[in-house]
C-alpha cells in the first residue's frame, strides 16, 4: 500500500476499534479519522525513488488522526494512530475553547431534535400554519462574538416547507432563530431576526400565506425550453488517460496522485510533468464565508466551510450523466461515522477529459498555411454542498504545463426574512419577503511547489519603464521586469497597475534558452480581501483573507490557512503565526497561500438558483521548458474531430474530406 | 435589404465604380470600402419596429465609406456614397499627415519591393547564405518617432527561410531593416537592429548557419505524441440556432445581428434577450502592442492591429473541423481589393454551441435530490492572422442572460536577433540568437448599451464596512454596497480593493423584486494600463490605454478609441477628446470604452508557437430578471448526455439507465 493511497474502510475500522479498547467503556462520538500524511523528510526519499526508478526504501506506515468527543467528560480529543503497528501513538484532550466540526450525522440530529423541542413547537404555532406547510431548519454554526463562551452552540436558521419535500424552503425564511447548547442538548434561548429596516425585531405572529419560489423541475410553472438539442462528447477510443495503483493518474506526460481528504476535498501530490517535479502538494485548504448583515443575530453569521464542515466530507456523488460529460472515471472515497464506522462515499471525484478550443495556431500569410492545435484538458472535479451552497472544485491540467484551479459557486443564496415594502442597504431583495445578504467567499489555496526539486525560491515580478537614456533610452521607449524575491516569510499584496506576478524558481537549475532559473508563475485571482475593519472577529479569525499571498516555511502538519479547529473559534491561528516566524525561505522549503474569492452582493438572478460565478487560479511554466511543451500534440484535424456543417435543412453536410489545414485562397472578382 | 445586412459584392463595386466615375482618369488604390452604419436616430426606430412587431418604417439607405490613395497627387481621400441612390454624397482630400491603413495587397508588393532592390541585395550579399536559405520579410509600420514626419514609411524585418516554405522563418532574424517611402517606392536607408547588450549595432557580416525552431508538422523530428484519442462533439439533432435574414442569429431568447466589419472584426448589433433590448451594438475597436526594447529602431515599433491593418481585413477562412468542434455554421465577409474589386473573404465568423459544464446544480442533502442544469453557450468566434501573431475572438452567449468577450492570444512572437551569450533586461530569450521583447497589448471594448431602453446611466459600486452603531452595527459586522453615478464622461479606474464594479442601468425601469433599476454589471478585467510614460509616443498615440474605463456620450461616428487613422500617427484622437467634452450622461445615450490586456514578457514557452493567452470581460445581468432567467433550461440527464464510465477494459460501461439526477444515499458499514 502506497503512503498516499486513499483511506480504505478497515482502516477507520481499525482506529476507532483500537480507540475505543484503550478507551474502555467511554462513549466516544468521532468527527473525524482520516490519513495523517508521512512527514515530508520520510515522504520525499520514497517518492523520489518512484520517480527516478530507484530501489524504493520502506514505505512510511500509515498513521491516522483521529478527532472525537468523549461523552463521558464532553472532552473533545486528538489522537494520533499508527495503523500499520495497531499502535496509538498519542491521545490528546483539547483546551475547552475548541470545537470540532459540524459532521454529517450530528446536522440531522440537531434538525430532528430542535424541531422537537417543546419551546420551538409552541413558537412554531403561533405561526398557525396552514395543513401541509411544515417547518424545516438548517442549523449552522454558531460563530464568535465573545471571548467568554466556550458552550458548543448550534443556531438554526428556520424556514417553510409547503407540502411537497423539494419545495424551495428558502423562499420562505422565517424569523424565529433557536440557539441550542449542543453538547447538553438544551435550548439556551430563541432569537429572533430582525426584518424591518433596522435592529429591531417582532414577536412570532400568523403566517401570511406566500409562494415559494421554486426551481426544482417538478414544481415549475413555467413551461420548458424545448429548444435545447442534444450535445454528446464521444470518444470512441476511450479517454487518453490511465489509472494506476488506484489513484495515479497518467494523462500527456503529468502524473500524480490525488484524493480526497475529509476536510479538504480534492488533494493534489506528488506532480510531475514528464518525470519532472512540478508540485509537491496542492488544496484549497479553507474557505470563510461572512455576511454583511450588521444586525444581531447576523453579526455572527460566518462560515468556515473546511474548517467547520469540510469539503470531502459533502462531496456529492457524482452522477454518469448529470455532472460530467463524456467519458469518465470516478474516485471514491470513504469517511468515519459518528460511531467509528466507516461509510463509503463513492464517486466524489470524476476524471474527465474537455476541449477547450485552440491551444495554438498560426498561419503563414505567404502560403496560408496553418498550423492548428486543439486543446485538450483533464479536469479533476468535485462538487460539495454546504447546506444551501454548492461549490464546484475543478482542477485543470493541459497539455503545455499549465494547472488551473476553478472554483465555480452555485446552490442557493442563504436568506433572511424581510417585511413587505423594506429595503436594506447591505443586502439584496430576491423574492417577496426575502432577501439576501451581501457577503464573502474567500479561499486559500495552499502550494507546496517542487519546482524541478524540492528548494525553491518565492518572489515577483513587476513590468515598469525603464529610465531615459541618451544612448540607451532616448525616447523613453524601454520596460523591463524587476524581481524581487521573497527571502522571508511573510505577506504580499498584488499590484495590478505594476502587473506584479508571483512566481517560483530553482535556482540550482538553469533553462539553456533564457538562462534563466527554471520557474513556475502564478495567474492569481486579484480579489477584494475580507472588507470589515481590522478589530472584527470577521478579519480576527481569518487573517489569512487580509492579504492575497503568504509565505511560509514548511513544516509539517500547517495545512489550514486559517488554522486547525474554526468552529466558534476567536481567533486564528494559522498563516498569520507561522509567517510570522520570520523563517528564511529563499531557496528553501518555501509554501505558498494565495487567498481569492468574491465579494458577492446578491442579484435576483441568484435565485431561486444560482447561475455558476466563477473564479480561478493557474500556474504555467515560464522558462521551465526551452519551448512550448505541446509542439508534439497532432494536430486538429477534421478527421479527427469530424465536426459537421450546419444548414437549415433536414440532412446536414458531412465534410470528411481535409485531413491537414490549408486554408482558402481568396481570389478577387474580376 | 435590411440596414445591418453584411456588404454585398456589388456594393463595393458600386462605391469604386461611382467614384472611378466621378475622379475620371485619376489612378485611385483603395484602401478600405466598407458600410457606413446608419446613423442611430434613423437606425433605432427601425429596429424598435421590428423588435415590437410595429409596421416598419422606411429602411435607412445602404451608405459606404471608402478611404483610398489618389495616384496623381498621392493625397489620401475619405468619401461617402449612397449606394442605394448611386449618390456620391462627399469627398475629402484628408491632411497629409494622415495615413491609411496596411492593405493585404500592399503588404505582398512591400515585400517583392524591399526583397528586388538592389541595395537590400547587396547587403543581403554580404550574409554569404548557403543554397536554399533566402530572405523574407514581415513589412511593419514605421511608427513616429517625430513631429514632421509626413512620408508614408515603412520598416522591414527580415528573416531567413531554411528551404522550405514553412520554416519558421522568426527563429532566423537578421539584423538588416530597410526603410522605405511606401508612396514613392524608394528606399530611404538601411536600418541595423542592435544585437548586444546595448544599443550600439553591428555591419552585416556572413551568416552563421543556425537551425530553425520549427512548429509545423512536417518539420518536427521529435516523435508526435500517440495517446491523444478522438473527442467527438455530436449533436445528432443539429444545432439549437436558427439564422435569418442572413445574419441574424436566434439562440435561447437571445437575438442578435452579426456581421464582419473590415477594421473591428466581428460587431454585434441590436443584441436582445426575451426580445428585450440589451446592447445596440459591441466590438473590440481597437488594440495596440507596444514592444519594450528601448534601442532604436524598436523605439518605433508600435503596432495599431484594427486601425494599422484591421481585423475583419485579416480574418482566418475557417475551416470545418480544424478551429471550431461540433455542428458549425459559417458567415463570410466581402473587402475590397486595391483596385476596388470585391474580394470574398469566405467563412471568417464561425458559429456552435459548446458545453461549458455544470450552469447550476442544487443538491437537498436531507432527500438527496439534485436540480442540475448544464451551461451550453453559444460561440461566435473569429481569427486573426496579424504577420506573426493571431487573436482569436469570442463572443459568448450563455442561457442566464450573460454575454463574455473573450479574446486568446497565440501564433508567433516578434523576435529580433540577439548575439551569442547575451540576455538583456527588457526581454528573454527564446532560441539560439533569437530574443523576444517584453510587449503589451491592450485592447479597447466599445460597448454602446441599450438596457431596457436608449438612455441609460453609467455607475459603479463599491463594497465597503459599514460604520460602527450601538445599535445597528454593534460588532462592526455589517458591510453595504455604495454606488456612484457618472454622471459626466470622463474616465475611471478599477479598484480591486474596494472591489469596484462598474454597471450600466436604465432609471425608467424598476425591477420589481430588488425595487432598483434593472442593469447589467460587467466584469471587468484589471490589467495594467500603458507602462510608458506619459510624455512618450508610446501614450501620445494611444491615451485609450492610460485608464481602464472611458464614458462618453454617444455621437455618431466615434467608434475606434485612437480614433480613426492610426498609422503613424502623432497622437490619438478618440476616446481621451471625446470624453473631454464634458457631456451629461446621465441616464443619457452613454457609451463605455474598456481598455484591458496582457502584459508580455516573454517566455521560452511561448516559442516558437504561443499557446493561447486569455483574457476576458463578460456582461452579466444584475437585476435585469426577476430570477434565474435559466430556470426553464431543462436538466442535465444521462438519456440527453450519454456520458460513458471509463473502465482499463477494452468495452466500455455504458450506463443509460437514470433519467434524471437522484444521487447515491450512503450507508454506514455495520
Not at 433596522?198 to 415559494?212: F, N, R
Not at 413555467?222 to 495515479?248: H, L
Not at 527554471?518 to 480581501?529: E, G, L, R, T
Amino acid at each position: 500500500m502506497h503512503p498516499l493511497s486513499p483511506v480504505r474502510p478497515d482502516e477507520i475500522s481499525a482506529v476507532s476499534r483500537l480507540l475505543q479498547a484503550s478507551l474502555k467503556g467511554v462513549g466516544l462520538r468521532f468527527k473525524i479519522i482520516d490519513l495523517q500524511e508521512p512527514i515530508k523528510k520520510d515522504l520525499v526519499p520514497f517518492l523520489e525513488a518512484e520517480r527516478t526508478g530507484a530501489v524504493l526504501p520502506r514505505p512510511p506506515p500509515r498513521i491516522f488522526y483521529a478527532l472525537f468527543d468523549r461523552l463521558d467528560n464532553g472532552n473533545f480529543v486528538k489522537a494520533l494512530v499508527n495503523v500499520t503497528n495497531s499502535h496509538i501513538m498519542s491521545i490528546r484532550e483539547l483546551p475547552k475553547d475548541l470545537h470540532g466540526p459540524v459532521d454529517g450525522d450530528e446536522v440531522l440530529e440537531l434538525e430532528a431534535m430542535c424541531l422537537k423541542h417543546p419551546d420551538v413547537i409552541a413558537e412554531i404555532e403561533k405561526l398557525q400554519l396552514p395543513p401541509g406547510v411544515t417547518v424545516c431548519t438548517d442549523p449552522w454554526v454558531y460563530g464568535t462574538d465573545s471571548e467568554s463562551e466556550t458552550r458548543r452552540l448550534t443556531q438554526f436558521y428556520m424556514y417553510l416547507v409547503d407540502n411537497n419535500p423539494e419545495c424551495n424552503h428558502y423562499s420562505l425564511p422565517l424569523k424565529i432563530s433557536p440557539v441550542f447548547d449542543t453538547t447538553t442538548k438544551t435550548l439556551i434561548r430563541i432569537d429572533y431576526l430582525p426584518s424591518g429596516a433596522d435592529e429591531k425585531t417582532t414577536e412570532t405572529t400568523p403566517w401570511k400565506p406566500t409562494k415559494a419560489v421554486e426551481f426544482a423541475p417538478e414544481l415549475l410553472t413555467e413551461p420548458m425550453r424545448e429548444d435545447v438539442k442534444p450535445y454528446i462528447v464521444q470518444q470512441p477510443d476511450g479517454a487518453s488517460f490511465t489509472i494506476e495503483d488506484e489513484n495515479v493518474v497518467r494523462w500527456q506526460k503529468w502524473r500524480f496522485r490525488v484524493r480526497s481528504t475529509y476536510r479538504e476535498g480534492i488533494v493534489l501530490q506528488n506532480v510531475t510533468y514528464d518525470g519532472r517535479n512540478v508540485i509537491y502538494r496542492m488544496a484549497i485548504n479553507e474557505m470563510t464565508v461572512p455576511y454583511g448583515d450588521p444586525r444581531a443575530p447576523y453579526h455572527r453569521k460566518q462560515a468556515f466551510d473546511a474548517g467547520d464542515v469540510g469539503f470531502g466530507a459533502t462531496a456529492n456523488a457524482l452522477s454518469l450523466g448529470c455532472d460530467c460529460l463524456g467519458h469518465i472515471h470516478y474516485f471514491s472515497s470513504v469517511r468515519a461515522s459518528s460511531s467509528g464506522m466507516p461509510v463509503d462515499m463513492p464517486n466524489v471525484i470524476c476524471l474527465h477529459e474537455q476541449d477547450a478550443g485552440l491551444q495554438f495556431k498560426h498561419t503563414n500569410y505567404r502560403t496560408n498555411t496553418a498550423t492548428v492545435v486543439r486543446n485538450r484538458q483533464l479536469v479533476v472535479q468535485m462538487i460539495c454542498t454546504l447546506a444551501n451552497y454548492e461549490y464546484i472544485f475543478a482542477y485543470i491540467f493541459d497539455q503545455a504545463g499549465g494547472l488551473e484551479t476553478e472554483i465555480r459557486a452555485t446552490g442557493i443564496l442563504s436568506t433572511m426574512p424581510i417585511d413587505e415594502g423594506i429595503t436594506v442597504p447591505w443586502g439584496t431583495n430576491v423574492a417577496p419577503g426575502v432577501m439576501a445578504a451581501n457577503h464573502q467567499h474567500l479561499f486559500s489555496l495552499r502550494i507546496d511547489p517542487a519546482i524541478d526539486g524540492y528548494n525553491n525560491t518565492a518572489f515577483f515580478e513587476e513590468s515598469m519603464a525603464m529610465e531615459r537614456d541618451p544612448k540607451l533610452n532616448p525616447y523613453g521607449a524601454g520596460y523591463v521586469a524587476k524581481q524581487t524575491s521573497i527571502v522571508q516569510s511573510g505577506s504580499a499584496v498584488l499590484d495590478t497597475s505594476k502587473n506584479r506576478v508571483f512566481k517560483i524558481r530553482n535556482d540550482s537549475v538553469i533553462n539553456q534558452v533564457s538562462q534563466k532559473p527554471v520557474a513556475y508563475k502564478i495567474h492569481a485571482a486579484p480579489s477584494q480581501m475580507l472588507v470589515f475593519g481590522d478589530d472584527t472577529y470577521q478579519v480576527r479569525r481569518a487573517r489569512y483573507a487580509t492579504k492575497p499571498f503568504w509565505f511560509t516555511k514548511y513544516r509539517d502538519d500547517e495545512l489550514y490557512a486559517a488554522g486547525e479547529f474554526t468552529n466558534m473559534s476567536r481567533a486564528s491561528s494559522g498563516v498569520e503565526v507561522w509567517s510570522g516566524r520570520g523563517d528564511n525561505i529563499e531557496n528553501n522549503d518555501v509554501v505558498i497561500w494565495h487567498t481569492f474569492g468574491l465579494t458577492h452582493n446578491p442579484r435576483p438572478e441568484d435565485f431561486p438558483v444560482m447561475p455558476v460565478e466563477r473564479i480561478s487560479v493557474t500556474l504555467k511554466p515560464d522558462g521551465f521548458f526551452t519551448k512550448n511543451p505541446a509542439l508534439d500534440v497532432p494536430q486538429s484535424s477534421q478527421r479527427f474531430n469530424k465536426s459537421i456543417l450546419h444548414q437549415d435543412k433536414a440532412e446536414p453536410i458531412v465534410d470528411t474530406s481535409s485531413s491537414c489545414c490549408s486554408t482558402y485562397v481568396p481570389k478577387a472578382h474580376m
